[in-house]
């Protein structure tokens, strides 16, 4: 599946860029393939529209706002968060033509990012109940690009039978490669899944878990939002929830953008928040240089690659999106 051949894609929402990085300049941005420019209007609220002058395509992230809009640094046009052009200096007292605009895009601020769908879409963004209790604190981790596709890592996230191998440096234990068994239930835009496995704790995880156990159960809950995001709710004994989001942006069709952060129902004097990011940056390296090897024309058809059965949360989510993708290609089939 190339993900910018998909144009059901368009129509969901995708974290991009913080709402911080925007607060000096105008940022850019790939999205499936599409060059967009984000900044913040007169009224601090996020707009993203394609990164391309109308006039002449110069990119607009290389301007500066003004008065809350995209003033183009060719000749000065500018465009309000609706793609609209607003002033073009050399009219002067001309009118300004209605053709000049460019495409917006839905936009808008949660949980610290800035997201954008390029389409009107199907399904809201992500809730995470954990952003507005108090008891929880907010951990940024990542934000980095991944040449890989957002199936692969979200297969890989949902998959039990890889801890054993992969993950050795942190909580994996080859010496019991047999995958834990879990509960699936489908959702419209999603599945949740629920398993429980014993884990290794290496010395830093000890002492992020405060147990001096080498190793304990853990309790996995796992959501997966359609197409590429999922939270994972870490569970154990002593009480503790470590619950981590993640989306794989699609920049295109070969690389990702990893934006990751995590909620704990500690506090930073129990456990600092560089030791957490410390064992989770381990976590993701080890899956990144595993990730980055496969290919990113991930198949629908399952014919085409060989399965077992701890694939399964895979095999739903290539079945719930081949569906998606049918559905969506009659319907675009009936407007022609």
Known sequence: MLV???????????????????????????????????????????????????HRTAQLSK????????????????????GICVEVPQLKDSPIPSSYRIPSYHCTERYGYVWVALSDPLAPIPEIPEASEEHFRYIPEFYERWECSGLRFMENEFDNAHFSFVHQGTFGNCKQPEPASVD?????????????????????????????????????????????????????????????????????DSASQLIQFCFRNDTEADTPARDIIAFDRAVTLEDKAILETTDY????????????????????????????????????????
């Open 184 to 252: 699936i239930v489908e959702l419209e835009y999603g599945i949740h899944v629920k398993t429980a496995y014993p884990v290794i704790n290496p010395p830093l995880q000890q002492k992020n878990l405060k147990i001096s156990q080498e190793t304990t159960l853990r309790t996995n809950e796992l959501i997966w939002f359609m197409p590429f995001s999922r939270i994972l709710y870490i569970r154990y004994p002593n009480g503790l929830v470590h619950a981590i989001f993640s989306a794989m942006t699609p920049i295109n």
């Open 4 to 54: 910018t051949k998909q144009t059901v894609l368009k129509q969901f929402w995708y974290p991009v860029i913080t709402l911080e990085n925007l607060l000096k300049s105008p940022q850019a941005f790939e999205l499936l393939g599409q060059k967009i420019v984000l900044w913040l209007t007169a009224d601090g609220q996020p707009a993203a529209i394609a990164d391309r002058c109308c």
């Open 297 to 336: 024309d991930v198949p629908l058809v399952l014919s085409k690659e060989q399965h077992m059965a701890s694939d399964k949360p895979g095999l739903i989510m290539r079945h719930k999106l081949a569906a998606l993708l049918k559905k969506y290609a009659e319907i675009e089939q009936c407007r022609i």
């Open 63 to 82: 301007g500066q706002v003004i008065e809350g809009n995209i003033c183009c640094p060719y000749h000065g046009w500018q465009y309000n968060a609706g």
